[in-house]
């Protein structure tokens, strides 16, 4: 992939959860996701945790080197299904099964107590942003803590857009007129889970970047013809859970 501008992508990837849910009135934002149980806004508050971790993320800087990318970092968590449905890549889950249905509870307890599911979108709109301006303001040779994990800047922006995009398809699931992710972010996503594939692997030439991500992350199955296209490949999918 060519060198792109990762301020610019997560910015793309949130500008495109707003876009989505910004004309939702409050039985809009209950209405079902690709994630089992999970509301538009239940989603929407797992995304909205993400960018308040990237603001403490970019307000932690640290010493170099480096111990993940924004390929490696996916590693850490298994290809399971959870309390969530198939392949939300949720990194509270990590390698506990239980600690992903505590998360997903706590997702959906801490949106009940909204007065309403709109509610979360306000917290959103304003958290988003400010995300956003932090990672365009952060020096780009940096290094961050996250998670107990040193990254750049470069590359944990890249995870922060993965996530938001593989979030943005499951929000869309039951949105028929929702745009889609948009193309920057998408390839950041697209790039990042194709380096978990061994070197050798083919993409089916039929998927494109929105069926190599649902396939990735498990939210679609492989079809026979996919199994046969990408041959031993096949074994690695799902790359995450």
């Given amino acids: 992939m060519t060198a792109v501008s990762q301020p610019e992508a997560l910015a793309q990837a949130y500008a495109g959860l707003t876009d989505v849910v910004a004309p939702l009135d409050d039985a809009g934002l209950r209405r079902p996701t690709r994630c089992r149980g999970w509301r538009v806004a239940d989603l929407l508050f797992h995304v909205l945790c993400d960018a308040q971790r990237a603001l403490v993320a970019l307000a932690s800087p640290a010493d170099g080197p480096a111990d993940r990318d924004d390929v490696s970092y996916w590693r850490g968590f298994a290809a399971a299904a959870d309390a969530t ?26 949106v009940a107590a909204f007065e309403h599911p709109s509610g979360v979108f306000r917290v959103w709109a304003d958290t988003a942003p400010a995300a956003v301006r932090a990672a365009a303001a952060a020096d780009p040779d940096g290094f961050v803590t996250t998670q107990g994990h040193v990254l750049r800047v470069p590359d944990l922006l890249a995870t922060l857009t993965t996530e938001a995009v593989v979030h943005h398809l499951d929000l869309i699931v039951d949105l028929p007129d929702a745009p889609p992710p948009a193309a920057l972010p ?44 990408l041959g031993e490949a096949a074994g690695w999918f799902p790359l995450i859970g």
């Avoid at 390839?187 to 069926?211: M, N």
């Fill in 85 to 110: 449905g198939a392949g939300t890549s949720r990194r509270a889950a990590r390698d506990d099964g239980d600690s992903g249905d505590r998360h997903a509870g706590w997702v959906r307890r801490s």
């Fill in 186 to 229: 998408a390839r950041v996503a697209v790039a990042s889970l194709c380096g978990l594939l061994s070197d050798d692997a083919v993409r089916p030439a039929g998927w494109d970047d929105r069926d190599f991500l649902l396939r990735a992350t498990g939210r679609v199955p492989l079809t026979d013809r996919d199994r046969w296209e």
